[in-house]
T-cell receptor, first 113, second 115 residues
């Protein structure tokens, strides 16, 4: 499976935008980029996914580099509730192995009031 | 949609005892997954089911671990002769049959402590 690399931790101020980077230089053409987050004492929660084009939903935006070797999850206005571990995961849409998610250690985001 | 439900939330057991966890997926989700998570690590895949068929098992799932989904609805994960290294959060997830990119919905896990 192609790997992703994320910073171990990041900090942000409340109500400011947050850009969480992810590198995936060995991404294949059929890999989708998925983001999940895990709040304290909870299971992971789906955030967003994309293939080539930038994506927006009510939770976040996903900016994908043109060569697809990196992506950035954007939280437009961080709140204290956004403090969590954020996981960037590649999911192969054509392989049966893509049916399971392979988590790394993610980025722990701290939000300062 | 009441979400994925896991019971119990916490389990403390003595080494050598058997434990069983239950997962109730979202109704009509035919795929069900078990993961294990230790402190400071991301969740690690253990096994998954499509309906009642167990389609894949990780090498992490030793012969002391067994998972079942007898009627394609709820699932159980049993650990026999527990060891201290089994202490972890056990997470269950489910997803619907449509769309290869449909997201996994996770429960809040069962935290196992083996003393």
């Amino acid at each position: 499976d192609a790997k992703t690399t994320q910073p171990n931790s990041m900090e942000s101020n409340e109500e400011e935008p947050v850009h969480l980077p992810c590198n995936h230089s060995t991404i294949s053409g059929t890999d989708y980029i998925h983001w999940y987050r895990q709040l304290p004492s909870q299971g992971p929660e789906y955030v967003i996914h994309g293939l080539t084009s930038n994506v927006n939903n009510r939770m976040a935006s996903l900016a994908i580099a043109e060569d697809r070797k990196s992506s950035t999850l954007i939280l437009h206005r961080a709140t204290l509730r956004d403090a969590a571990v954020y996981y960037c995961i590649l999911r192969d849409s054509e392989k049966s192995s893509g049916d399971k998610l392979t988590f790394g250690t993610g980025t722990r985001l701290a939000v300062r009031p | 949609d009441t979400g994925v439900s896991q019971n119990p939330r916490h389990k403390i057991t003595k080494r050598g005892q058997n434990v069983t966890f239950r997962c109730d997926p979202i109704s009509e989700h035919n795929r069900l997954y078990w993961y294990r998570q230790t402190l400071g690590q991301g969740p690690e895949f253990l096994t998954y089911f499509q309906n009642e068929a167990q389609l894949e098992k990780s090498r992490l799932l030793s012969d002391r671990f067994s998972a079942e989904r007898p009627k394609g609805s709820f699932s159980t994960l049993e650990i026999q002769r527990t060891e201290q290294g089994d202490s972890a959060m056990y997470l269950c997830a489910s997803r619907p049959p449509t769309g290869s990119n449909s997201p996994l919905h996770f429960g809040n896990g069962t935290r196992l402590t083996v003393t």
